[in-house]
């Protein structure tokens, strides 16, 4: 038994005491909590089931001097398309390319990233091509899933929206990023606010983001957002209704099933605001909303993106689909 399965099992004992014996008061004594702590656990439990009990999985920090993420990301790439050769072979290829890495956090890495081993590497690169091409090899039945995919069949089908805490700027405030990204192509809008983020900011943000994309070609036919409280208002389902959009939400403390957005987060706040913040100071939301709009041009059509997209931009996946339709 893991150190979470102990906690959820204690969670689900306190609130099966209390279901038993009626008595609040008498369940906190015995089991050494408060009752604020507990009426936390129970609103968490009647709202989205026992299963939101289960302790949050924290994100590993990303250290100063830790390897960039950029780094880490062409490492893993060339460990499922090269993966044959050893570390040192890694890290000679990547100096190529002009990054200086040691073949011992070349193995690091790969270890953290389930590729310590050639077999381990064969066995992703197989299930790569089985996922991609169809082709199924026994290296490829052998290998267990290793990740969670959104997909969609065209533009529009499936747009993910979120809600990304950027920061409390002075003479500014807490200003969030409202953002949207359609799974099929990767185009994304943004739209940013002074906080906290409320229905009223999603029902505009769902008027601005339909507008966008209806520019660019685009018909929406659902949203995926999580059970944050500006997408969980009945406000913004009745609004989806009228418009005759579906509404899918994702699991409970499951923010990998959003995880197109979730990615999109990562990006724009490693190339976009933390650049940006280095370099200038922005005494307005409008100044903050230029910037991101400036670098969305950049995303859209210059940025080369990864796997899924297979080094293409999201105005090359949109202009290909556009000729395919028109054929």
Same mark, same amino acid.
């Given at each position: 038994?893991?150190?979470?399965?102990?906690?959820?099992?204690?969670? %689900?004992?306190?609130?099966?005491?209390?279901?038993?014996?009626? &008595? /609040?008061?008498?369940?906190?004594? +015995?089991?050494?909590?408060?009752?604020?702590?507990?009426? @936390?656990?129970?609103?968490?439990?009647?709202?989205?089931?026992?299963?939101? !009990?289960?302790? @949050?999985? $924290?994100?590993?920090?990303?250290?100063?001097?830790?390897?960039?993420?950029?780094?880490?990301?062409?490492?893993?790439?060339?460990?499922? %398309?090269?993966?044959?050769?050893?570390?040192?072979?890694?890290?000679?290829? !990547?100096?190529?390319?002009?990054?200086?890495?040691? @073949?011992?956090?070349?193995?690091?890495?790969?270890?953290?990233?389930? !590729?310590?081993?050639?077999?381990? #590497?064969?066995?992703?690169?197989?299930?790569?091509?089985?996922?991609?091409?169809?082709?199924?090899?026994?290296?490829?039945?052998?290998?267990?899933?290793?990740?969670?995919?959104?997909?969609?069949?065209?533009?529009?089908?499936?747009?993910?929206?979120?809600?990304?805490? =950027?920061?409390?700027?002075?003479?500014?405030?807490?200003?969030?990023?409202?953002?949207? =990204?359609?799974?099929?192509?990767?185009?994304?809008?943004?739209? !940013?606010?002074?906080?906290? /983020?409320?229905?009223?900011?999603?029902?505009?943000?769902?008027? #601005?983001?339909?507008?966008?994309?209806? $520019?660019?070609? =685009?018909?929406?036919?659902?949203?995926?957002?999580? &059970?944050?409280?500006?997408?969980?208002?009945?406000?913004?389902?009745?609004? %989806?209704?009228? @418009?005759?959009?579906?509404?899918?939400?994702?699991?409970?403390?499951?923010?990998?099933?959003?995880? +197109?957005?979730?990615?999109?987060?990562?990006?724009?706040?490693?190339?976009?605001?933390?650049?940006?913040?280095?370099?200038?100071?922005?005494?307005?939301? $409008?100044?903050?909303?230029?910037?991101? *709009?400036?670098?969305?041009?950049?995303?859209?059509?210059?940025? &080369?993106?990864? *796997?899924?997209?297979?080094?293409?931009?999201?105005?090359?996946?949109?202009?290909?689909?556009?000729?395919?339709?028109?054929?």
């Amino acid at each position: 038994m893991t150190h979470t399965e102990i906690i959820y099992r204690r969670r %689900l004992a306190v609130l099966e005491h209390a279901q038993r014996t009626g &008595n /609040v008061a008498e369940t906190c004594r +015995v089991f050494g909590i408060s009752r604020t702590r507990y009426y @936390k656990w129970k609103q968490v439990a009647d709202r989205y089931g026992l299963a939101a !009990l289960m302790p @949050k999985e $924290r994100r590993a920090p990303q250290m100063p001097m830790a390897t960039p993420t950029h780094v880490v990301e062409r490492l893993v790439t060339l460990a499922v %398309l090269e993966p044959t050769i050893g570390c040192r072979q890694y890290a000679d290829r !990547l100096g190529d390319q002009g990054f200086s890495i040691a @073949k011992s956090t070349v193995q690091k890495i790969l270890v953290t990233h389930g !590729l310590s081993t050639r077999q381990r #590497r064969l066995a992703r690169a197989a299930a790569v091509t089985a996922a991609t091409t169809g082709l199924v090899t026994e290296a490829a039945r052998d290998d267990e899933p290793f990740g969670f995919c959104l997909a969609a069949a065209g533009p529009g089908e499936l747009v993910c929206v979120d809600s990304f805490y =950027i920061g409390k700027l002075k003479g500014v405030g807490k200003v969030y990023q409202l953002s949207a =990204i359609d799974v099929f192509t990767r185009w994304a809008f943004v739209w !940013l606010v002074i906080g906290p /983020v409320e229905a009223t900011h999603s029902l505009t943000f769902l008027e #601005r983001l339909l507008r966008h994309y209806r $520019r660019h070609g =685009i018909t929406v036919r659902a949203v995926l957002s999580d &059970n944050g409280l500006e997408y969980n208002a009945s406000a913004f389902s009745t609004a %989806l209704a009228a @418009k005759g959009l579906r509404h899918v939400r994702i699991p409970a403390r499951s923010p990998n099933h959003n995880a +197109v957005v979730e990615r999109f987060h990562g990006t724009i706040l490693q190339e976009c605001w933390r650049p940006a913040f280095h370099r200038r100071h922005f005494a307005s939301i $409008r100044q903050l909303q230029a910037e991101a *709009d400036a670098w969305l041009c950049t995303y859209h059509r210059r940025r &080369n993106h990864g *796997d899924y997209m297979r080094g293409r931009t999201p105005q090359g996946v949109l202009d290909n689909h556009k000729k395919r339709k028109a054929a």
